[in-house]
């Protein structure tokens, strides 16, 4: 039988372990670190990634800590270049557009706590204000949702004939707003809570629905108007 080529690598026989560990167990017997340095094999063939697997972690707190930095914020640790730190932005944009698609994407919506989560993670990893429309059926079953507007960081407009097209554009009768306030709480402003009711005024009179309006703070808080009697109270 023939043996392993010698690479002159002191880290071959520790890769070839850990690899082995995945073929024979799977992937959910790993630590997050071994996870990451899994990872970084792709882009480092020769340093010591488990060192820098415990750098990344303990620099950003978690494994969504390091997929959620920045371009710089990841090169600005030790021994991450320009190639590796591009592959884990990338591969933390691609983590963040799967977990969006599969949350929002199908389903019915019936439960808050459901609808709830689902929003937040529309905002995962985001530091832009976005404004997020979901259409609905009557009975609540999502047929579609869009990015109808996109602010500078501190305000976002809302385009009442972008969210009123879209809404017929999927033959919508319910929608849902969603937005982010990026480095602040979930509270609504007093422009947040005047532009949902110009909304709700609006598709009231085309015999649609508004049904929510949420929230989610940079804090992991997450607001929701309807919960808040808001609708009741003031919009309808």
């Given at each position: ?9 002191p ?22 670190h ?137 033959n ?8 982010n306030?990026p ?18 005024v ?24 309807y ?10």
């Amino acid at each position: 039988m023939n043996k392993p080529q010698d690479t002159g690598n002191p880290h071959d026989g520790h890769r070839s372990r850990l690899k082995k560990r995945v073929r024979e167990q799977g992937f959910a017997q790993l630590e997050d670190h071994e996870a990451l340095e899994l990872l970084l094999f792709s882009t480092i063939p020769r340093a010591d990634t488990n060192a820098l697997a415990h750098r990344l972690i303990t620099r950003f707190g978690s494994l969504g800590g390091v997929f959620g930095a920045s371009l710089a914020e990841l090169q600005s640790v030790e021994g991450v270049g320009e190639s590796t730190a591009l592959m884990l932005a990338t591969a933390g944009e691609l983590f963040t557009r799967t977990a969006r698609e599969s949350s929002v994407r199908y389903g019915t919506m019936r439960e808050k706590s459901r609808l709830t989560a689902a929003v937040s993670r529309l905002f995962l990893n985001e530091g832009q204000e976005k404004l997020y429309l979901l259409c609905f059926d009557e009975t609540m079953h999502l047929k579609d949702t869009a990015c109808v507007a996109a602010g500078d960081g501190s305000h976002v407009q809302f385009d009442q004939k972008k969210i009123l097209a879209k809404m017929i554009e999927t033959n919508a009768t319910i929608g849902v707003l969603a937005h982010n306030h990026p480095g602040g709480t979930s509270d609504p402003s007093v422009a947040d809570i005047d532009a949902t009711r110009a909304v709700a005024v609006l598709l009231r009179k085309l015999g649609l629905s508004l049904a929510d309006h949420i929230i989610c703070g940079d804090d992991g808080g997450v607001y929701s108007m309807y919960a808040d009697g808001r609708f009741t109270r003031f919009f309808y």
